[in-house]
């Protein structure tokens, strides 16, 4: 109960998060599919993760990343994007195919693809406004080594079904932190 009632309160935060932050005329979609990706993580579960206890890693989260307390916005939302983009890639693979269930995973690949379709417009948008992302450092460049991280275990655990479901939980940490992120983004 304790659980379910945290995992709610979490579920409220993280919406109204991003309902005040990403001005892209797109609240509510991405409310939604965001809800969806954090629900579908959980719902893919397999095994238990007790019984993966010695599969556990450190991925090493760029918590740095969403720490920042002001962040220009396109920068945040192109370090959402390639996260987003990362998952997917790493679900939309025959490795990964093997070992979720197939509706879940559907699922969970079509809410991404819409979701980065409409970050894509936002993301366009905002750096019409800001100029281009030029002269930054590449924002999404430790990003990009975490989830290198994740596909590297995953080979050297040989995709197994509870290397995955360690990543899974991970993968499902790293939603909501970077949802919460979402909401520091600058107006
Ligand atoms: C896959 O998940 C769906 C939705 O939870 C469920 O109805 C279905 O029985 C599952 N399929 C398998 C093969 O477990």
Not at 25 to 31: D, I, K, T, Y
Not at 151 to 162: D, I, V
């Amino acid at each position: 109960m304790a659980l379910l009632l945290s995992l709610l309160m979490a579920l409220v935060v993280f919406s109204s998060g991003l309902v005040s932050s990403l001005g892209c005329g797109l609240f509510q979609n991405h409310v939604l599919v965001s809800k969806n990706t954090f629900m579908l993580l959980g719902q893919m579960r397999r095994i238990s993760p007790f019984s993966c206890l010695k599969d556990r890693t450190d991925f090493r989260f760029p918590q740095e990343m969403v720490e920042a307390s002001r962040v220009q916005k396109a920068q945040a939302l192109s370090v959402l994007h390639e996260m987003l983009q990362q998952i997917f890639n790493l679900f939309h693979t025959e490795a990964s195919s093997a070992v979720w269930n197939t509706t879940l995973l559907e699922q969970l690949l079509s809410g991404l693809h819409r979701q980065l379709e409409d970050l894509e417009t936002c993301l366009l948008q905002e750096m019409g406004e800001e100029g281009s992302l030029l002269g930054m450092q590449d924002p999404t460049l430790a990003m990009r080594r975490y989830f290198q991280g994740i596909h590297l275990y995953l080979q050297e655990k040989k995709h197994s079904h509870c290397a995955w479901e360690i990543v899974r939980m991970e993968l499902r940490r790293c939603v909501f932190v970077i949802n919460q992120f979402a909401r520091k983004i600058k107006k």
